[in-house]
């Protein structure tokens, strides 16, 4: 069945670090990958996604590349910031009815 | 545009005792969902709704839960006997057809003492 493996957190940085969070996947055909994040106190809601191979999505000043052949999809920040602080989720869905299977999550915490 | 509503937010019980959670989605969203997040770990699908049909609930324990989605609307998510390992929090989502972009409410948190 589909799988996500995110790294283990918490991420500690200081404001304006850069920050690499790592997630791969298992799959049987061609999902598509989302990092959805929770900040304190509120629901899940989606950063950023990519429905194919090589695609980059983006969003707040986060990214994240569709790699097929290492079956990844890393979430990177160039400046993380305070307000940054957040359990980050990697996710993917496949199939006609849009299934999410998450990862355990990260949790960054950013001091200033 | 209104989020997804749950509710209550936080709910405290007994084991062997009933609860039941109530998700209003976003208007005109097809497909809604109910997922279990047990704390360190990442949500879990137990119960997926395309209208008012059943898509998905393969990871459903149905011996004590149950859900239902009256008219393609609201949603009720019900467990009965509760159990000490049920302890979680219940994220109600809901999606357009076919987007894979789900909008998450702020989710309903049992104990179970």
């Known amino acids: 069945g589909n799988s996500v493996t995110q790294m283990e957190g918490p991420v500690t940085l200081s404001e304006e670090a850069f920050l690499t969070i790592n997630c791969t996947y298992t799959?049987?055909?061609?999902?598509?990958l989302f990092w959805y994040v929770q900040y304190p106190g509120e629901g899940l809601q989606l950063l950023l996604k990519?429905?194919?191979?090589?695609d980059k999505g983006s969003n707040k000043g986060f990214e994240a590349t569709y790699r097929k052949e290492t079956t990844s999809f890393h979430l990177e920040k160039g400046s993380v910031q305070v307000s940054d602080s957040a359990v980050y989720f990697c996710?993917?869905?496949?199939?006609?009815?849009?299934?999410?299977?998450f990862g355990k999550g990260t949790m960054l915490l950013v001091s200033p | 545009e209104a989020g997804v509503a749950q509710s209550p937010r936080y709910k405290i019980i007994e084991k062997r005792q009933s609860v039941a959670f109530w998700c209003n989605p976003i208007?005109?969203?097809?497909?809604l969902y109910w997922y279990q997040q047990i704390l360190g770990q990442g949500p879990k699908l137990l119960i997926q709704?395309?209208?008012?049909?059943?898509?998905?609930d393969s990871q459903l324990p149905k011996d004590r839960f149950s859900a239902e989605r009256l008219k393609g609307v609201d949603s009720t998510l019900k467990i009965q006997p509760a159990k000490l390992e049920d302890s979680a929090v219940y994220l109600c989502?809901?999606?357009?057809?076919?987007?894979?972009?789900?909008?998450f409410g702020e989710g309903s948190r049992l104990t179970v003492l």
């Open positions: 208007s005109g969203h097809a497909t």
């Open positions: 799959a049987t055909g061609y999902p598509s």
């Open positions: 709704f395309q209208n008012n049909g059943v898509v998905d």
């Open positions: 990519a429905t194919k191979a090589d």
């Open positions: 996710a993917l869905s496949e199939g006609g009815y849009s299934t999410l299977t």
């Open positions: 989502a809901s999606s357009k057809l076919g987007t894979g972009e789900l909008f």
